[in-house]
């Protein structure tokens, strides 16, 4: 387990969720009150999804869409 000391952490590229309903609290907590910008897809489906929010700015959607074209195998 990591401690709040370690020199990676905050540095994360991706990180994984079990559930879209974890994965979405934690989203909008990042977004809402520590101002990060972010992009979030479903993988697991034959393609990958892009869900947006409607509180998403511009470059969260894009950047959101970017993630998905990069995920897909098609």
Not at 13 to 29: M, R
Not at 31 to 45: E, Q, S
Request: hydrophobic share 50%; glycine share 8%; proline share 7%.
């Amino acid at each position: 387990m990591k401690h709040i000391a370690s020199p990676i952490a905050g540095a994360a590229d991706a990180l994984i969720f079990p559930d879209i309903e974890s994965g979405n609290v934690f989203y909008k907590t990042i977004t809402l009150f520590a101002g990060a910008t972010t992009a979030g897809m479903l993988a697991g489906a034959r393609v990958p999804v892009v869900v947006p929010s409607r509180g998403d700015d511009a470059p969260t959607k894009l950047y959101s869409l970017l993630a998905a074209i990069c995920a897909s195998t098609v």
